[in-house]
């Protein structure tokens, strides 16, 4: 495993597709891979001709709508532009940003919009979860979820460099909301759906390390329950994506992840190379994923 | 990327989509479902598959299966997922019957890393060379599908490319309540095959288009799907994930989803025509027991009925 975390970089260099795009598993180009990989290779101070030919492939992906499509092949703005936004942020003055930030912007969850919250009122359709802050979907005019709201909160940030007009604060402060009304009970987060029909949810590594650093410095206190259970996803976790990412939300709040095993992982995707990567660089002291 | 027409798509691998008898149905044969008696999860399953398929009389000589189970999430204390015995003796019943190419394909709904769930639920120890053969359908490459007549409110999807261009798919839900659609079987296991790279974990888009619709669509679009259900030990009370263990040590299996899916309901002591999707569906008269051909184990001696949650109170189907 020490031979594949060293080879994780190469790897990623030698996995970039002739149109400089990446694959999650080889295979034609994807934009949440690709975004992954440029973020990892910035992470590892990689400047030359792979960084270059995969920023020109995701910028040639935006769309007239400001946003990105999963992949060429799909006429759809989707989440994934919140990934092309956390590399494009990289670059001061990137021109593709001012567009891409307005459609994420205008991206809500369909459950907490004013006419179905109507609708289900009229209805006496009762919701489990509290649908009164606003996340974003993976696809638009459906429901908010963990993941894509984490990463969109991130790009917001990441993008404002600490500069937040009052729309984008707003919306990133309706969405940590939404992340903490949608914790499980062990105080981790799954994919978004904490109770069904009155049982509770278990949480998953991945979602509560993205949902952690999405709340990095957001009223601490209210947190110490997901860190305890952040540690103790840590101690268990065998995936690269779920590891590196509990590692990175840790960080971010001040502790220092231990313990875990460090010797079975899998690496199964371009992304879990990546995020190795990006991981490694968070423990140096520079979190790609941060502002 | 130009759209591909369910029409189009149909008529391009008509020739492909051969299953032996499936072509041309005399109006009078009723669509044939088995019970086979399956106590538990032993190397019995091996020849039990062998025999099932063979009832069934499927050629698949020199044409491309994609076996389809049910991985949602891992949990040791809960049969949530097809148990991986199953799949290999699936797996290996269909090569030895010839088929060029046998593959294992699957796109969970809420966890993104499918070969670590794969792997805890024992995908990787009980079949040899799983990563080889596996695809992860939420990462595929995919065409546009365009519903015509749709049931749900939705207008097309995007579907992977390796079911699409397979000769058969192979259904192998685990036998399961389900806490939104009453019971979940080879029907709806077809969801999984809708990609999540595009449309997210949970695939949240069949929900708002209307689940018994979008079951009702996917059925339309994969029409010819040979199901195995796996009913050794399924799941009662809040499926399909947190449900309970619920032993009916069957399996049942047949060319009619819709047959297949309401004979399971009655096993499990559900109504099946208070089943959403398959009252859209049905198009013979399956969801009546005279309405199938059923052979194997009697229905009567298997029946064990599944915990409901209060909220299906109604759709349990009364004794005889």
């Known amino acids: ?291 | 990327m130009p759209a591909i027409s369910r029409r189009r798509l149909l008529l391009g691998s008509a020739g492909a989509w051969v299953l032996a008898g499936c072509s041309r149905r005399p109006a009078a044969e009723l669509p044939q479902v088995s019970i086979t008696l399956a106590p538990a999860y032993t190397q019995e399953l091996y020849g039990s598959l062998r025999r099932i398929l063979s009832e069934h009389k499927l050629e698949v000589r020199g044409q491309r299966v994609v076996l389809k189970p049910n991985l949602v999430e891992y949990d040791s204390a809960r049969p949530i997922n097809t148990h991986p015995l199953v799949v290999h003796a699936a797996l290996e019943a269909f090569s030895a019957l010839g088929a060029a190419e046998v593959r294992i394909a699957e796109g969970p709904a809420n966890r993104r890393n499918t070969l670590e769930l794969a792997e805890a639920a024992g995908y990787f120890h009980t079949i040899p060379g799983f990563e080889r053969i596996f695809t992860d359908l939420n990462l595929d490459d995919t065409s546009l599908i365009r519903l015509r007549r749709p049931a749900s409110r939705l207008d097309s999807l995007y579907l992977p490319r390796t079911v699409l261009g397979a000769d058969l798919v192979v259904s192998i839900p685990k036998m399961k309540t389900h806490h939104w659609a009453a019971a979940t079987l080879g029907m709806k296991n077809l969801f999984g095959v809708v990609p999540g790279g595009i449309y997210g974990w949970p695939k949240n888009i069949l929900h708002w288009g209307g689940i018994d619709g979008c079951v009702a669509d996917l059925h339309r679009v994969f029409p010819r799907v040979f199901t195995i259900v796996d009913g050794i030990v399924g799941m009662e009370g809040n499926g399909p994930i947190q449900g309970l263990p619920k032993a009916a040590g069957v399996l049942v299996a047949g060319r009619d989803m819709v047959a297949v899916d309401a004979t399971c309901c009655r096993i499990m002591g559900i109504d099946p025509q208070m089943v959403g999707y398959l009252g859209l569906e049905e198009t013979q008269g399956q969801t009546r027991e005279e309405g199938v051909r059923q052979i194997g184990e009697a229905l009567g001696r298997v029946r064990t009925d599944f915990e409901l949650l209060p909220a299906f109170a109604g759709v349990r189907l009364r004794r005889a």
């Open chain 1, 1 to 291: 495993m020490q031979f594949e975390l060293s080879r994780a970089v190469p790897s990623l260099r030698d996995a970039q597709n002739q149109d400089g795009g990446w694959g999650y598993r080889g295979g034609a180009s994807w934009t949440e891979p690709t975004a992954y990989a440029l973020l990892a290779l910035a992470a590892a101070g990689e400047r030359g001709e792979n960084c270059e030919r995969g920023l020109a492939w995701l910028e040639k992906g935006q769309r007239g709508d400001g946003g990105w499509a999963p992949n060429r092949s799909v006429d759809r703005s989707t989440w994934v532009t919140a990934m092309a936004v956390l590399v494009l942020a990289e670059r001061t003055g990137a021109a593709a940003l001012p567009g891409a930030y307005g459609w994420l912007l205008a991206q809500s969850g369909r459950e907490s919009g004013y006419l179905q919250r109507f609708r289900d009122w009229l209805l006496g359709l009762s919701q489990e979860q509290n649908v009164s802050y606003r996340g974003w979907p993976w696809y638009p005019g459906t429901s908010s979820w963990v993941t894509p709201t984490a990463l969109t909160i991130l790009a917001l940030e990441k993008g404002g460099r600490g500069r937040l007009d009052p729309r984008r604060r707003e919306r990133i402060e309706s969405g940590r909301e939404f992340l903490l009304s949608r914790r499980c009970s062990d105080g981790g987060w799954n994919h978004g759906a904490t109770r069904a029909w009155g049982y509770s949810s278990d949480s998953y590594p991945e979602t509560t390390g993205q949902a952690l650093l999405a709340l990095a410095g957001f009223q601490e206190q209210r947190l110490e329950k997901s860190l305890r259970c952040a540690e103790g996803h840590l101690q268990t976790c065998r995936s690269a994506e779920g590891r590196s990412w509990l590692e990175m939300a840790l960080l971010a709040h001040g502790r220092s992840p231990s313990g875990f095993p460090k010797d079975d992982l899998t690496l199964d995707s371009a992304i879990d190379r990546a995020l190795i990567v990006v991981a490694g660089a968070a423990r140096r002291g520079k979190n790609v994923f941060l502002s």
